[in-house]
């Protein structure tokens, strides 16, 4: 008849062994894991489409699993026709109101123009989004259209809140091919297990 | 260096240049090499990490004359 074994000794033994093994597990783990990104784009303006399709593309260029959920304004972002995105000075004193054109002195120009002379001006977003479409080219930015191009190229997954869509009086018709039509509840467990989730 | 494919990435601005190198690279073959011309200065950093988080080889990072030049070796 051998001793009863010591259970204390086996837990001992057990964790000594789970000391040694598991930062070792733990890493292959971490490693073989394809990270994830998931981003909720909210905003509909030039300037603010920006972020969710550069994270996204680079994401996806790094081997990342991307999902954009688009909701309210940023449907505005997976229309068909995205010509007519616009940024707007107004209200908005973050951002420089620069001259594309001209020599280099010009271009360094700050254009302080006061909120009530913007809004009374006709057509001063049109004025200042061609400006703006201006600087982007000039500065080899791409345009939102490529981004996204090469977004949908490298699988980044393109969901639209299906509820805004009918809020908006918008119909599928309106948008990219290739998007899916969702809600809130098939946003929230994509969220949940991805490793980075951004509100734009 | 010698390289297979080469990557004028000169006028570009973040993301392109990472961009047009991931695809580049997606058709080239394991063990090639792939040199990167670009002008962008946060490139410098950005194929670091670009090369870091594909296990593409970053073998080669140099500036020149207001240039980044790389070579990154396909997985």
């Known amino acids: ?200 | 260096m010698n390289f297979d494919r080469e990557l004028d990435a000169r006028g570009l601005n973040c993301p392109l240049p990472i961009l047009r190198a991931k695809k580049t690279l997606g058709e080239m073959q394991s063990g090639q090499v792939l040199h990167i011309i670009a002008t962008d200065p946060g490139s410098v950093k950005d194929f670091q990490a670009f090369a870091k988080q594909t296990g593409n080889e970053l073998l080669s990072s140099a500036e020149n004359n207001k240039e980044f030049e790389f070579h990154i070796k396909r997985k």
Request: charged share 20%; aromatic share 10%; net charge negative.
């Open chain 1, 1 to 200: 008849m051998g001793a009863t074994p010591d259970i204390a000794v086996i837990d001992d033994l057990i964790r000594q062994r789970l000391d040694e093994i598991l930062p070792q597990k733990l890493k292959e783990i971490q490693d073989s894991k394809t990270p994830s990104l998931a981003i909720i784009a909210t905003k509909g303006t030039l300037d603010w489409a920006y972020p969710p399709f550069i994270l996204a593309s680079t994401a996806s260029a790094l081997g990342w699993d991307v999902t954009i959920f688009f909701t309210f304004y940023g449907l505005n972002l997976v229309k068909k026709d995205i010509s007519d995105l616009k940024v707007s000075p107004l209200g908005n004193p973050g951002m420089p109101m620069k001259m594309p054109f001209g020599p280099d002195w010009f271009k360094s120009v700050n254009w302080n123009i006061p909120n009530i002379v913007q809004a009374g001006i006709p057509g001063f977003e049109s004025v200042a989004t061609s400006l703006m479409q201006q600087t982007i080219k000039n500065n080899g930015v791409a345009s939102i259209s490529e981004l996204r191009e090469l977004s949908q190229e490298a699988g980044v997954k393109f969901v639209a809140c299906q509820m805004t869509v009918e809020l908006f009086g918008f119909s599928h018709d309106d948008f990219v091919d290739g998007m899916d039509y969702a809600g809130a509840a098939s946003f929230l467990p994509v969220a949940q297990v991805s490793d980075v989730c951004l509100f734009i």
